[in-house]
Nanobody
Framework: QVQLVESGGGLVQAGGSLRLSCAGS????????MAWYRQAPGKQRELVAF???????NYADFVKGRFTISRDNAKNTVYLRMNSLKAEDTAVYYC????????WGQGTQVTVSS
């Protein structure tokens, strides 16, 4: 069973940038599509972006042009580069395997101050 560990979150001012990492262990996830999700207080978890095993990226409209998802299969790791951050990007960010989720990690908190 794969385990996922998210990191890289923090407190940043609006307009700033962060890079999140999602490290997989337990098995090779390079054959899977991988996704980033986020959950803001009082809201449902929502899909932010996903990347196929071949490296094709897809984004939610609300992050297009600002976020970039990428992967390093040699490191079994997926990244989310977040630029031009807004206060509404404040959330806990999680990664998971597609199409069949595995156990959720603890997530990483991103707080954007306006």
């Amino acid at each position: 069973q794969v385990q996922l560990v998210e990191s890289g979150g923090g407190l940043v001012q609006a307009g700033g940038s962060l890079r999140l990492s999602c490290a997989g262990s337990g098995r090779d996830v390079s054959v899977n599509a991988m996704a980033w999700y986020r959950q803001a207080p009082g809201k449902q978890r929502e899909l932010v972006a996903f990347i196929t095993s071949g490296g094709t990226a897809n984004y939610a409209d609300f992050v297009k042009g600002r976020f970039t998802i990428s992967r390093d299969n040699a490191k079994n790791t997926v990244y989310l580069r977040m630029n031009s951050l807004k206060a509404e990007d404040t959330a806990v960010y999680y990664c998971n395997v597609l199409p069949n989720w595995v156990s959720w990690g603890q997530g990483t908190q991103v707080t954007v101050s306006s």
